[in-house]
Protein backbone atom coordinates (compact mmCIF):
# COMPACT_ATOMS: atom_id res chain seq x y z
CA UNK A 1 0.00 0.00 0.00
CA UNK A 2 2.41 2.17 0.76
CA UNK A 3 4.41 1.67 -2.54
CA UNK A 4 1.05 2.74 -4.18
CA UNK A 5 0.81 6.33 -2.11
CA UNK A 6 4.54 7.30 -3.16
CA UNK A 7 2.74 8.53 -7.05
CA UNK A 8 -0.14 11.14 -7.38
CA UNK A 9 -2.20 9.02 -9.02
CA UNK A 10 -1.80 6.58 -5.98
CA UNK A 11 -3.22 8.91 -4.04
CA UNK A 12 -6.24 10.18 -6.45
CA UNK A 13 -7.41 6.55 -6.81
CA UNK A 14 -6.98 5.62 -2.90
CA UNK A 15 -9.85 8.63 -2.37
CA UNK A 16 -11.99 8.07 -4.98
CA UNK A 17 -12.25 4.22 -4.04
CA UNK A 18 -13.34 5.45 -0.30
CA UNK A 19 -15.68 7.56 -1.09
CA UNK A 20 -17.31 4.59 -3.43
CA UNK A 21 -16.91 1.71 -0.32
CA UNK A 22 -17.97 4.57 2.19
CA UNK A 23 -21.41 3.10 2.52
CA UNK A 24 -19.67 -0.39 3.92
CA UNK A 25 -19.22 1.53 7.50
CA UNK A 26 -22.61 2.63 8.30
CA UNK A 27 -23.91 -0.30 6.67
CA UNK A 28 -22.13 -1.96 9.57
CA UNK A 29 -23.54 0.26 12.35
CA UNK A 30 -27.11 0.25 10.97
CA UNK A 31 -27.00 -3.57 11.08
CA UNK A 32 -24.99 -3.92 14.54
CA UNK A 33 -27.25 -1.18 16.02
CA UNK A 34 -30.69 -2.36 16.37
CA UNK A 35 -29.19 -5.75 17.18
CA UNK A 36 -29.01 -5.75 20.35
CA UNK A 37 -32.64 -4.75 20.39
CA UNK A 38 -34.53 -7.93 22.04
CA UNK A 39 -38.00 -5.52 21.47
CA UNK A 40 -37.12 -5.12 17.75
CA UNK A 41 -36.48 -9.09 17.49
CA UNK A 42 -39.78 -10.21 19.14
CA UNK A 43 -41.62 -7.60 16.76
CA UNK A 44 -39.80 -9.29 14.18
CA UNK A 45 -40.54 -12.66 15.20
CA UNK A 46 -44.05 -11.50 15.75
CA UNK A 47 -45.04 -10.25 12.52
CA UNK A 48 -47.29 -13.02 10.56
CA UNK A 49 -45.87 -11.94 7.28
CA UNK A 50 -42.52 -13.58 8.16
CA UNK A 51 -42.92 -17.51 8.18
CA UNK A 52 -44.26 -17.00 4.47
CA UNK A 53 -41.71 -14.49 3.48
CA UNK A 54 -39.16 -16.73 4.70
CA UNK A 55 -40.41 -20.09 2.98
CA UNK A 56 -40.58 -18.18 -0.28
CA UNK A 57 -37.00 -16.80 -0.27
CA UNK A 58 -35.51 -19.97 0.42
CA UNK A 59 -37.04 -21.92 -2.42
CA UNK A 60 -36.76 -19.12 -5.19
CA UNK A 61 -32.98 -18.85 -3.86
CA UNK A 62 -32.27 -22.73 -3.80
CA UNK A 63 -34.15 -22.84 -7.03
CA UNK A 64 -32.06 -20.21 -8.57
CA UNK A 65 -28.84 -21.51 -7.03
CA UNK A 66 -29.23 -24.44 -8.08
CA UNK A 67 -30.97 -24.45 -11.25
CA UNK A 68 -28.08 -21.84 -12.22
CA UNK A 69 -25.26 -24.38 -11.36
CA UNK A 70 -27.48 -27.49 -12.91
CA UNK A 71 -28.10 -25.68 -16.26
CA UNK A 72 -24.21 -24.54 -16.36
CA UNK A 73 -22.80 -28.10 -15.26
CA UNK A 74 -25.17 -29.84 -18.16
CA UNK A 75 -23.66 -28.20 -20.80
CA UNK A 76 -20.22 -27.98 -19.90
CA UNK A 77 -20.59 -31.68 -19.62
CA UNK A 78 -22.64 -32.41 -23.20
CA UNK A 79 -20.40 -29.42 -24.97
CA UNK A 80 -16.82 -28.89 -23.24
CA UNK A 81 -14.23 -29.36 -25.10
CA UNK A 82 -14.52 -28.72 -28.47
CA UNK A 83 -15.75 -26.21 -31.37
CA UNK A 84 -19.60 -26.76 -29.95
CA UNK A 85 -18.49 -25.27 -26.99
CA UNK A 86 -16.62 -21.95 -28.32
CA UNK A 87 -19.99 -21.32 -30.76
CA UNK A 88 -21.98 -21.69 -27.33
CA UNK A 89 -19.85 -19.15 -25.76
CA UNK A 90 -19.62 -17.02 -28.74
CA UNK A 91 -23.94 -17.06 -28.32
CA UNK A 92 -23.84 -16.25 -24.80
CA UNK A 93 -23.87 -12.46 -25.00
CA UNK A 94 -27.27 -12.96 -26.54
CA UNK A 95 -28.74 -13.55 -22.90
CA UNK A 96 -26.26 -11.50 -20.68
CA UNK A 97 -27.04 -8.31 -22.23
CA UNK A 98 -30.49 -8.53 -21.29
CA UNK A 99 -31.19 -6.83 -17.77
CA UNK A 100 -32.63 -8.94 -15.29
CA UNK A 101 -35.48 -6.41 -15.21
CA UNK A 102 -36.62 -6.85 -19.11
CA UNK A 103 -36.37 -10.33 -19.16
CA UNK A 104 -38.27 -10.74 -16.34
CA UNK A 105 -40.85 -8.42 -18.13
CA UNK A 106 -40.82 -10.70 -20.72
CA UNK A 107 -41.52 -13.15 -18.60
CA UNK A 108 -44.36 -11.60 -16.46
CA UNK A 109 -46.01 -10.36 -20.20
CA UNK A 110 -45.75 -14.27 -21.78
CA UNK A 111 -46.78 -16.67 -18.47
CA UNK A 112 -49.03 -14.22 -16.01
CA UNK A 113 -52.44 -14.40 -16.06
CA UNK A 114 -53.99 -12.27 -18.76
CA UNK A 115 -50.29 -12.71 -20.54
CA UNK A 116 -49.75 -14.21 -24.23
CA UNK A 117 -49.71 -17.94 -23.37
CA UNK A 118 -52.93 -17.20 -20.98
CA UNK A 119 -54.51 -15.47 -24.28
CA UNK A 120 -53.56 -18.68 -26.57
CA UNK A 121 -54.80 -21.23 -24.01
CA UNK A 122 -56.90 -19.79 -21.57
CA UNK A 123 -57.57 -22.78 -20.05
CA UNK A 124 -53.72 -22.67 -18.80
CA UNK A 125 -54.07 -20.50 -16.05
CA UNK A 126 -51.23 -19.96 -13.96
CA UNK A 127 -51.45 -21.23 -10.54
CA UNK A 128 -50.87 -19.04 -6.89
CA UNK A 129 -47.26 -18.87 -6.75
CA UNK A 130 -46.93 -18.22 -2.44
CA UNK A 131 -43.48 -19.95 -2.84
CA UNK A 132 -42.07 -18.05 -5.31
CA UNK A 133 -41.47 -21.14 -7.60
CA UNK A 134 -41.40 -18.40 -10.90
CA UNK A 135 -38.98 -16.36 -9.76
CA UNK A 136 -36.76 -19.23 -8.60
CA UNK A 137 -36.80 -20.35 -12.29
CA UNK A 138 -36.43 -17.34 -14.07
CA UNK A 139 -33.34 -16.32 -12.14
CA UNK A 140 -31.89 -19.77 -12.43
CA UNK A 141 -32.21 -19.45 -16.57
CA UNK A 142 -30.66 -15.74 -16.45
CA UNK A 143 -28.15 -16.28 -13.74
CA UNK A 144 -27.01 -19.99 -14.92
CA UNK A 145 -25.07 -17.97 -18.34
CA UNK A 146 -23.52 -15.67 -15.86
CA UNK A 147 -22.03 -18.66 -13.96
CA UNK A 148 -21.52 -20.46 -17.72
CA UNK A 149 -19.47 -17.19 -18.72
CA UNK A 150 -17.53 -17.52 -15.41
CA UNK A 151 -16.40 -20.89 -16.27
CA UNK A 152 -15.41 -20.49 -19.61
CA UNK A 153 -13.21 -17.53 -18.16
CA UNK A 154 -11.58 -19.64 -15.69
CA UNK A 155 -11.75 -23.15 -17.42
CA UNK A 156 -8.08 -24.04 -18.54
CA UNK A 157 -9.22 -25.44 -21.94
CA UNK A 158 -6.03 -26.87 -23.42
CA UNK A 159 -4.58 -28.52 -20.27
CA UNK A 160 -7.47 -29.65 -19.33
CA UNK A 161 -9.02 -30.52 -22.81
CA UNK A 162 -6.19 -33.34 -23.22
CA UNK A 163 -6.93 -35.17 -19.64
CA UNK A 164 -10.49 -35.02 -20.98
CA UNK A 165 -9.42 -36.77 -24.21
CA UNK A 166 -7.64 -39.21 -22.65
CA UNK A 167 -10.46 -40.15 -19.69
CA UNK A 168 -12.87 -40.31 -22.96
CA UNK A 169 -10.79 -42.80 -25.17
CA UNK A 170 -10.62 -45.07 -21.64
CA UNK A 171 -14.14 -45.42 -21.68
CA UNK A 172 -15.30 -43.21 -18.97
CA UNK A 173 -18.20 -40.83 -19.48
CA UNK A 174 -18.48 -36.69 -19.87
CA UNK A 175 -19.87 -37.10 -16.35
CA UNK A 176 -16.86 -38.75 -15.17
CA UNK A 177 -14.89 -36.37 -16.74
CA UNK A 178 -16.61 -33.13 -14.98
CA UNK A 179 -16.36 -34.65 -11.89
CA UNK A 180 -12.88 -35.77 -11.85
CA UNK A 181 -11.74 -32.71 -13.69
CA UNK A 182 -13.36 -29.72 -14.20
CA UNK A 183 -15.09 -29.23 -10.93
CA UNK A 184 -11.82 -29.90 -8.55
CA UNK A 185 -10.33 -27.54 -11.01
CA UNK A 186 -12.58 -24.52 -11.55
CA UNK A 187 -13.61 -25.32 -7.29
CA UNK A 188 -12.47 -21.85 -6.02
CA UNK A 189 -13.83 -19.77 -8.58
CA UNK A 190 -16.87 -21.50 -8.99
CA UNK A 191 -17.51 -21.24 -5.29
CA UNK A 192 -16.87 -17.42 -5.54
CA UNK A 193 -19.62 -17.33 -8.21
CA UNK A 194 -22.13 -19.42 -6.75
CA UNK A 195 -21.88 -17.16 -3.30
CA UNK A 196 -22.37 -14.26 -5.27
CA UNK A 197 -25.44 -15.66 -6.91
CA UNK A 198 -26.80 -16.55 -3.49
CA UNK A 199 -26.43 -12.90 -2.00
CA UNK A 200 -28.39 -11.74 -5.54
CA UNK A 201 -30.99 -13.82 -5.17
CA UNK A 202 -31.72 -13.53 -1.26
CA UNK A 203 -31.78 -9.56 -2.27
CA UNK A 204 -33.16 -8.71 -5.34
CA UNK A 205 -35.71 -6.61 -5.13
CA UNK A 206 -36.99 -5.60 -8.10
CA UNK A 207 -37.30 -8.47 -10.06
CA UNK A 208 -39.27 -9.89 -6.89
CA UNK A 209 -41.64 -7.07 -7.13
CA UNK A 210 -42.20 -8.00 -11.20
CA UNK A 211 -42.12 -12.11 -10.69
CA UNK A 212 -42.42 -12.88 -6.88
CA UNK A 213 -45.17 -13.34 -4.35
CA UNK A 214 -47.18 -10.25 -3.43
CA UNK A 215 -48.92 -10.63 -0.04
CA UNK A 216 -46.29 -12.04 1.57
CA UNK A 217 -43.81 -11.11 -0.56
CA UNK A 218 -40.01 -12.46 -0.49
CA UNK A 219 -37.33 -11.20 2.80
CA UNK A 220 -36.29 -8.52 0.79
CA UNK A 221 -38.81 -6.83 -0.39
CA UNK A 222 -40.66 -6.72 2.84
CA UNK A 223 -37.24 -5.28 4.37
CA UNK A 224 -37.26 -2.89 1.69
CA UNK A 225 -41.19 -2.07 2.24
CA UNK A 226 -40.05 -1.75 6.21
CA UNK A 227 -37.03 0.71 5.24
CA UNK A 228 -39.34 3.10 3.11
CA UNK A 229 -41.55 3.88 6.02
CA UNK A 230 -41.81 6.71 8.37
CA UNK A 231 -42.29 4.52 11.46
CA UNK A 232 -39.16 3.93 13.35
CA UNK A 233 -40.35 0.51 14.47
CA UNK A 234 -40.98 -1.03 11.32
CA UNK A 235 -37.27 0.53 10.03
CA UNK A 236 -35.90 -1.41 12.91
CA UNK A 237 -37.96 -4.86 11.58
CA UNK A 238 -36.48 -3.67 8.19
CA UNK A 239 -32.90 -3.65 9.26
CA UNK A 240 -33.30 -6.70 11.76
CA UNK A 241 -34.32 -8.43 8.47
CA UNK A 242 -31.21 -7.27 6.38
CA UNK A 243 -29.46 -8.81 9.23
CA UNK A 244 -31.35 -12.03 8.66
CA UNK A 245 -30.66 -11.73 4.85
CA UNK A 246 -27.01 -11.98 5.73
CA UNK A 247 -27.45 -15.29 8.33
CA UNK A 248 -29.04 -16.96 5.32
CA UNK A 249 -26.29 -16.03 3.02
CA UNK A 250 -23.95 -17.48 5.74
CA UNK A 251 -25.99 -20.65 6.32
CA UNK A 252 -26.25 -21.14 2.07
CA UNK A 253 -22.19 -20.64 2.19
CA UNK A 254 -22.02 -23.32 5.07
CA UNK A 255 -24.36 -25.54 3.35
CA UNK A 256 -22.08 -25.32 -0.10
CA UNK A 257 -18.78 -26.08 1.69
CA UNK A 258 -20.34 -28.53 4.06
CA UNK A 259 -21.79 -30.44 0.85
CA UNK A 260 -18.69 -30.33 -0.86
CA UNK A 261 -16.22 -31.38 1.35
CA UNK A 262 -16.82 -34.74 1.77
CA UNK A 263 -18.56 -35.56 -1.90
CA UNK A 264 -14.17 -33.88 -2.98
CA UNK A 265 -13.10 -37.24 -0.66
CA UNK A 266 -14.86 -39.01 -3.04
CA UNK A 267 -13.44 -37.92 -6.92
CA UNK A 268 -12.08 -39.90 -8.28
CA UNK A 269 -13.42 -43.22 -7.52
CA UNK A 270 -10.82 -45.40 -7.67
CA UNK A 271 -12.92 -49.36 -9.04
CA UNK A 272 -12.21 -48.01 -12.43
CA UNK A 273 -16.13 -48.58 -13.45
CA UNK A 274 -17.27 -46.91 -16.52
CA UNK A 275 -20.67 -45.50 -16.72
CA UNK A 276 -21.97 -45.63 -19.57
CA UNK A 277 -23.84 -42.30 -20.79
CA UNK A 278 -25.92 -41.78 -24.44
CA UNK A 279 -25.92 -38.48 -26.03
CA UNK A 280 -25.60 -35.70 -24.40
CA UNK A 281 -29.12 -34.45 -26.03
CA UNK A 282 -29.99 -32.28 -22.87
CA UNK A 283 -26.58 -30.16 -22.43
CA UNK A 284 -26.77 -29.72 -26.01
CA UNK A 285 -30.26 -28.82 -26.55
CA UNK A 286 -29.73 -25.94 -23.10
CA UNK A 287 -27.05 -25.06 -25.41
CA UNK A 288 -28.55 -23.67 -27.49
CA UNK A 289 -31.88 -22.54 -25.87
CA UNK A 290 -29.88 -20.67 -23.30
CA UNK A 291 -29.12 -17.84 -25.34
CA UNK A 292 -31.94 -18.18 -27.43
CA UNK A 293 -33.96 -17.01 -24.81
CA UNK A 294 -32.28 -13.88 -25.26
CA UNK A 295 -33.48 -13.31 -28.72
CA UNK A 296 -37.12 -14.50 -27.82
CA UNK A 297 -37.02 -12.25 -24.89
CA UNK A 298 -36.42 -9.05 -27.11
CA UNK A 299 -39.04 -10.74 -29.85
CA UNK A 300 -41.64 -10.65 -26.92
CA UNK A 301 -40.83 -6.94 -25.95
CA UNK A 302 -40.64 -5.91 -29.35
CA UNK A 303 -44.29 -7.82 -30.31
CA UNK A 304 -45.75 -6.14 -27.55
CA UNK A 305 -43.97 -2.51 -27.76
CA UNK A 306 -45.03 -1.68 -31.11
CA UNK A 307 -47.89 0.69 -29.94
CA UNK A 308 -45.88 2.15 -27.02
CA UNK A 309 -44.92 6.02 -27.06
CA UNK A 310 -41.11 6.91 -26.59
CA UNK A 311 -41.11 8.64 -23.71
CA UNK A 312 -37.56 10.83 -23.55
CA UNK A 313 -37.40 11.36 -19.63
CA UNK A 314 -36.53 8.04 -18.25
CA UNK A 315 -34.35 7.32 -21.52
CA UNK A 316 -32.18 10.37 -21.20
CA UNK A 317 -31.68 9.34 -17.43
CA UNK A 318 -30.76 6.18 -17.83
CA UNK A 319 -28.42 6.75 -20.54
CA UNK A 320 -26.87 9.17 -18.52
CA UNK A 321 -26.31 7.95 -15.39
CA UNK A 322 -24.96 4.39 -17.41
CA UNK A 323 -22.56 6.24 -19.33
CA UNK A 324 -20.82 8.35 -16.47
CA UNK A 325 -20.86 5.61 -14.08
CA UNK A 326 -19.46 3.22 -16.55
CA UNK A 327 -16.42 5.76 -17.50
CA UNK A 328 -15.72 6.56 -13.70
CA UNK A 329 -15.49 2.96 -13.06
CA UNK A 330 -13.16 2.33 -15.88
CA UNK A 331 -10.88 4.95 -15.34
CA UNK A 332 -10.90 3.70 -11.19
CA UNK A 333 -10.46 0.57 -12.02
CA UNK A 334 -7.42 0.86 -14.54
CA UNK A 335 -5.71 3.49 -11.83
CA UNK A 336 -6.06 0.94 -9.26
CA UNK A 337 -4.57 -1.75 -11.35
CA UNK A 338 -1.66 0.04 -12.00
CA UNK A 339 -1.08 2.34 -8.68
CA UNK A 340 -2.96 0.58 -6.38
CA UNK A 341 -1.82 -2.59 -4.33
CA UNK A 342 -1.33 -5.78 -5.47
CA UNK A 343 -2.91 -7.74 -2.32
CA UNK A 344 -5.07 -7.27 0.53
CA UNK A 345 -7.79 -6.08 -1.65
CA UNK A 346 -10.55 -8.72 -1.12
CA UNK A 347 -12.73 -6.48 0.05
CA UNK A 348 -13.49 -4.62 -2.95
CA UNK A 349 -15.55 -7.61 -4.06
CA UNK A 350 -17.55 -7.28 -1.10
CA UNK A 351 -20.50 -5.32 -3.07
CA UNK A 352 -20.97 -8.75 -5.23
CA UNK A 353 -20.97 -11.56 -2.31
CA UNK A 354 -23.40 -9.46 -0.37
CA UNK A 355 -26.88 -8.79 -0.23
CA UNK A 356 -27.69 -5.31 -2.19
CA UNK A 357 -30.35 -4.16 0.49
CA UNK A 358 -28.19 -3.39 3.37
CA UNK A 359 -25.47 -1.72 1.31
CA UNK A 360 -28.22 0.55 -0.03
CA UNK A 361 -29.48 1.36 3.45
CA UNK A 362 -25.83 2.57 4.28
CA UNK A 363 -25.83 4.24 0.98
CA UNK A 364 -28.78 6.02 2.09
CA UNK A 365 -28.17 7.27 5.55
CA UNK A 366 -24.49 8.52 4.62
CA UNK A 367 -26.15 10.70 1.93
CA UNK A 368 -28.72 11.66 4.46
CA UNK A 369 -26.44 13.10 6.83
CA UNK A 370 -24.12 14.75 4.49
CA UNK A 371 -27.44 16.37 2.75
CA UNK A 372 -26.84 15.66 -0.82
CA UNK A 373 -30.19 12.79 -1.19
CA UNK A 374 -32.38 13.45 -4.21
CA UNK A 375 -29.27 15.05 -6.33
CA UNK A 376 -28.35 13.39 -9.57
CA UNK A 377 -24.50 13.06 -8.13
CA UNK A 378 -26.17 10.96 -5.01
CA UNK A 379 -27.54 8.39 -7.64
CA UNK A 380 -24.45 8.22 -9.77
CA UNK A 381 -22.52 7.49 -6.67
CA UNK A 382 -25.24 4.94 -5.25
CA UNK A 383 -24.30 3.11 -8.94
CA UNK A 384 -20.69 3.10 -8.40
CA UNK A 385 -20.62 0.90 -5.72
CA UNK A 386 -21.43 -1.67 -7.95
CA UNK A 387 -20.13 -1.08 -11.38
CA UNK A 388 -17.29 -0.62 -10.25
CA UNK A 389 -16.09 -3.99 -8.68
CA UNK A 390 -18.12 -5.60 -12.14
CA UNK A 391 -16.00 -2.99 -13.85
CA UNK A 392 -12.59 -4.16 -12.14
CA UNK A 393 -13.57 -7.91 -12.20
CA UNK A 394 -14.01 -8.10 -15.94
CA UNK A 395 -10.23 -6.02 -16.28
CA UNK A 396 -8.15 -7.84 -13.93
CA UNK A 397 -7.55 -11.43 -15.60
CA UNK A 398 -6.54 -9.50 -18.31
CA UNK A 399 -4.79 -7.07 -16.68
CA UNK A 400 -3.19 -10.10 -15.20
CA UNK A 401 -1.91 -11.80 -18.74
CA UNK A 402 0.18 -8.87 -19.81
CA UNK A 403 3.14 -10.11 -21.24
CA UNK A 404 6.24 -8.87 -18.44
CA UNK A 405 8.87 -8.85 -20.98
CA UNK A 406 7.47 -6.05 -22.82
CA UNK A 407 7.00 -3.48 -19.61
CA UNK A 408 10.65 -4.38 -18.94
CA UNK A 409 11.57 -3.77 -22.74
CA UNK A 410 9.65 -0.36 -22.48
CA UNK A 411 11.21 0.59 -18.77
CA UNK A 412 14.88 -0.20 -20.42
CA UNK A 413 14.47 2.06 -23.21
CA UNK A 414 13.76 4.75 -20.62
CA UNK A 415 9.83 5.09 -20.94
CA UNK A 416 8.28 5.87 -17.10
CA UNK A 417 5.93 4.33 -15.16
CA UNK A 418 3.36 6.58 -16.47
CA UNK A 419 4.34 6.24 -20.10
CA UNK A 420 4.21 2.60 -19.80
CA UNK A 421 0.61 2.54 -18.39
CA UNK A 422 -0.81 4.76 -21.20
CA UNK A 423 1.70 3.95 -23.92
CA UNK A 424 2.20 0.12 -23.38
CA UNK A 425 -0.73 -1.31 -21.39
CA UNK A 426 -3.83 0.20 -22.16
CA UNK A 427 -3.48 -0.12 -26.03
CA UNK A 428 -2.92 -4.00 -25.14
CA UNK A 429 -5.82 -4.09 -23.10
CA UNK A 430 -8.25 -2.51 -25.61
CA UNK A 431 -10.87 -5.19 -25.93
CA UNK A 432 -10.92 -6.23 -22.06
CA UNK A 433 -11.16 -1.89 -21.21
CA UNK A 434 -14.39 -2.02 -23.90
CA UNK A 435 -15.75 -5.07 -22.63
CA UNK A 436 -15.39 -3.83 -18.86
CA UNK A 437 -17.06 -0.48 -20.28
CA UNK A 438 -19.98 -2.60 -21.89
CA UNK A 439 -20.45 -4.36 -18.36
CA UNK A 440 -19.73 -1.49 -15.96
CA UNK A 441 -22.90 0.51 -18.41
CA UNK A 442 -25.43 -2.72 -18.34
CA UNK A 443 -25.19 -2.68 -14.03
CA UNK A 444 -25.36 0.47 -14.00
CA UNK A 445 -27.97 0.27 -16.20
CA UNK A 446 -29.82 -2.25 -14.19
CA UNK A 447 -29.89 -0.36 -10.29
CA UNK A 448 -33.56 -0.22 -9.05
CA UNK A 449 -32.67 0.50 -5.28
CA UNK A 450 -29.77 3.07 -5.38
CA UNK A 451 -31.56 5.15 -7.78
CA UNK A 452 -35.02 4.71 -6.22
CA UNK A 453 -33.79 5.81 -2.48
CA UNK A 454 -30.56 7.96 -2.95
CA UNK A 455 -32.61 9.97 -5.90
CA UNK A 456 -35.76 10.08 -2.93
CA UNK A 457 -38.17 8.96 -6.00
CA UNK A 458 -36.93 12.26 -8.84
CA UNK A 459 -35.39 10.54 -11.30
CA UNK A 460 -36.96 8.07 -13.20
CA UNK A 461 -35.00 5.62 -15.04
CA UNK A 462 -36.01 2.22 -17.66
CA UNK A 463 -35.90 0.19 -14.76
CA UNK A 464 -37.95 2.12 -12.04
CA UNK A 465 -40.48 2.76 -14.71
CA UNK A 466 -40.54 -1.17 -15.58
CA UNK A 467 -40.66 -2.24 -12.21
CA UNK A 468 -43.81 0.59 -11.47
CA UNK A 469 -45.62 -0.71 -14.41
CA UNK A 470 -45.13 -4.22 -13.74
CA UNK A 471 -47.82 -4.02 -10.99
CA UNK A 472 -50.36 -2.45 -13.23
CA UNK A 473 -50.74 -0.43 -16.65
CA UNK A 474 -50.45 -0.34 -19.95
CA UNK A 475 -48.71 -3.62 -21.68
CA UNK A 476 -47.36 -1.86 -24.18
CA UNK A 477 -45.78 1.20 -22.06
CA UNK A 478 -44.14 -1.72 -19.93
CA UNK A 479 -42.79 -3.61 -22.38
CA UNK A 480 -41.61 0.02 -24.50
CA UNK A 481 -40.06 0.47 -21.21
CA UNK A 482 -38.25 -2.50 -21.06
CA UNK A 483 -37.46 -3.19 -24.77
CA UNK A 484 -35.89 0.30 -24.27
CA UNK A 485 -33.87 -0.58 -21.33
CA UNK A 486 -32.45 -4.21 -23.07
CA UNK A 487 -31.60 -1.90 -26.47
CA UNK A 488 -29.22 -0.01 -24.63
CA UNK A 489 -27.08 -2.71 -23.04
CA UNK A 490 -27.10 -4.73 -25.89
CA UNK A 491 -26.18 -1.56 -28.16
CA UNK A 492 -23.36 -1.41 -25.65
CA UNK A 493 -21.96 -4.79 -25.98
CA UNK A 494 -22.14 -4.29 -29.64
CA UNK A 495 -20.55 -1.12 -29.81
CA UNK A 496 -18.10 -2.42 -27.66
CA UNK A 497 -17.75 -5.78 -29.75
CA UNK A 498 -17.50 -3.78 -32.88
CA UNK A 499 -14.67 -1.84 -31.57
CA UNK A 500 -12.70 -4.38 -30.70
CA UNK A 501 -12.92 -6.27 -34.41
CA UNK A 502 -12.24 -2.25 -35.50
CA UNK A 503 -9.26 -2.69 -33.43
CA UNK A 504 -8.10 -6.02 -34.34
CA UNK A 505 -8.53 -4.93 -37.89
CA UNK A 506 -5.70 -1.98 -37.62
CA UNK A 507 -3.53 -3.96 -34.52
CA UNK A 508 -3.00 -7.03 -36.18
CA UNK A 509 -1.29 -8.02 -32.92
CA UNK A 510 -4.43 -7.89 -30.85
CA UNK A 511 -6.58 -10.17 -32.82
Not at 3 to 16: D, K, N
Not at 80 to 92: E, I
Not at 414 to 427: A, E, M, N
Amino acid sequence: MAASLRHPLGWLVWLVIAAIYAPLFPATVMLLEPAISVAGWQSLFSDPQLPQALIATLVSTAIATVGSLLIALCIVAALWPGKRWQQMNSRLPWLLAVPHVAFATSVLLVFAEGGAFYQFCSACSPLLDPYGIGLGLTLAVKESAFVLWAIYAVLPEKTLAQKMVVLQTLGYSRIQGLFWLVLPTIAPALGAVMLAVVAWSLSVVDIAIILGPGNPPTLAVLAWQWLSQGDAEQQIKGTLLCLVLLLLLAAFAAVGVALWKPWRRTIPSVSGQRHEAGPPIAGTALGWLLPLSGLVCAAVLLVLAKQSDFDVVPFSASLSFALVSALIALGTALLWLEWGPSRGTLWLWLPLALPALPLVAGQYRLALNLGFDGESIAVLWGHLLWVFPWTLLVLQPAWRRLDPRLILIAKTLGLSRSQVFFKIKCPLLVRPILIAFATGFSVSMAQYLPTLWLGAGRFATLTTEAVALSSGGSTAILAGRALWLLALTAAAFALAAGLSRLAGHYRQGLR
